[in-house]
């Protein structure tokens, strides 16, 4: 895995997942269906996942953080993410994403499980996908053009 342009890849991906939960969930402001947080929720894991490859990790970290939103968000603030972030991002990142990682690492945005479950509001989905990917893209060393496509 070569550093200089895995990233990327993967910022580029976190922005076209997060282009398709906005396609998909139109003007909604609270709840959206359960594709919708599993595009913004794969946003969030490549955004993370593209700032740890940047940051030196390699494929075999990667997969032992698997799809675990929580770890993901950990590993990269403790690798230097959180100076990126305002504190009010970094507070509204961490509620969020332990709200909706239960359901995004046992897969069940993906496949039907019964239940009631417990979603945050999808705005705050969007915000964090929206802000993680602009903070990953300006810790790499992304053009400003790229950063507000």
Not at 27 to 36: F, G, H, K, Q
Not at 63 to 77: D, F, K, P, Y
Request: with cysteine.
């Amino acid at each position: 895995m070569r550093r200089n342009t895995y990233h990327i890849g993967l910022w580029n991906y976190a922005r076209e997942y997060f282009n398709a939960a906005q396609e998909l969930r139109g003007n909604e402001e609270e709840m959206a269906s359960d594709p919708v947080y599993y595009l913004y929720g794969h946003s969030v894991e490549l955004a993370l996942k593209a700032f740890l490859v940047y940051q030196g990790y390699n494929e075999r970290k990667l997969r032992e953080i698997g799809h675990n939103l929580v770890s993901a968000c950990t590993e990269a603030r403790h690798t230097g993410l959180d100076a990126y972030l305002g504190d009010k991002m970094k507070t509204e990142a961490v509620e969020t994403i332990a709200l909706i990682n239960p359901y995004y690492n046992a897969k069940e945005l993906e496949y039907i499980v019964t239940g009631s479950k417990r979603y945050p509001h999808i705005i705050h989905m969007h915000n964090i996908a929206r802000n993680l990917i602009y903070a990953v893209g300006l810790a790499s060393g992304m053009p400003e053009v790229q950063l507000n496509k």
